[in-house]
């Protein structure tokens, strides 16, 4: 599996984006997929997470404002980011997951100016 993050940029705060990630192979509607930021100086956190059975979960710090999606036709996981702040500014990884399988994408920069 590979994956292909996109969709990142500047954006002032209060504003929106939307963040795709790409899969190829087969096996995309089982895998769990994530999305997860790193900061500078800081480590990677979870941002929020789909299942294969569309069960997710968000960061406490981006609920209500991220929504994560899945579009199995097209092997897509999304991130729509809206009410973005200023701490929301990092590089933004797609993870996809199953059993042993733990690929990681190339990541996307977010940047929220204030």
């Known amino acids: 599996v590979q994956l292909q993050a996109s969709g990142g940029g500047l954006v002032q705060a209060g504003g929106s984006l939307k963040l795709s990630c790409a899969a190829s192979g087969t096996i995309f509607r089982l895998l769990n997929m994530a999305w997860y930021r790193q900061a500078p100086g800081k480590q990677r956190e979870l941002v929020a997470r789909i299942t294969s059975g569309y069960r997710s979960n968000y960061a406490d710090s981006v609920k209500g404002r991220f929504t994560i999606s899945r579009d199995n036709a097209k092997n897509t996981v999304y991130l729509q980011m809206n009410s973005l702040k200023p701490e929301d500014t990092a590089v933004y990884y797609c993870?996809?997951?199953?059993?042993?399988?733990?690929?990681w994408g190339q990541g996307t920069q977010v940047t929220v100016s204030s």
């Open positions: 993870n996809a997951g199953l059993r042993s399988l733990d690929e």
